[in-house]
């Protein structure tokens, strides 16, 4: 019995620039819903600034990791 392809065999791959676009579209999006979350009492400054703490960590850890991918396809073309 043969079984469908998995979303992740299939689908298109997602390069670290992706990635970085939209954590920062999401980022932009967290704020303007938090602003108003806090203002309407539905969620706390504390939760808020949590959250985007976390959101903000996640694209310096993708902005890292395409640093370090330049440096490393750089080093490889170096390399005799």
């Known amino acids: 019995m043969q079984t469908e392809p998995t979303h992740l065999e299939t689908a298109m791959p997602v390069t670290l620039d992706d990635q970085i676009a939209c954590v920062r ?3 932009a999006l967290r704020r303007n819903v938090y602003k108003r979350r806090v203002l309407d009492k539905k969620m706390t400054q504390e939760v808020a600034d949590r959250e985007l703490t976390h959101m ?8 890292a ?5 330049a440096e490393f396809e750089a080093a490889v073309r170096a390399k005799p």
């Open 65 to 69: 990791c395409l640093a370090f991918k």
């Open 56 to 63: 903000e960590a996640v694209l310096e850890t993708l902005t």
């Open 25 to 27: 579209r999401e980022l």
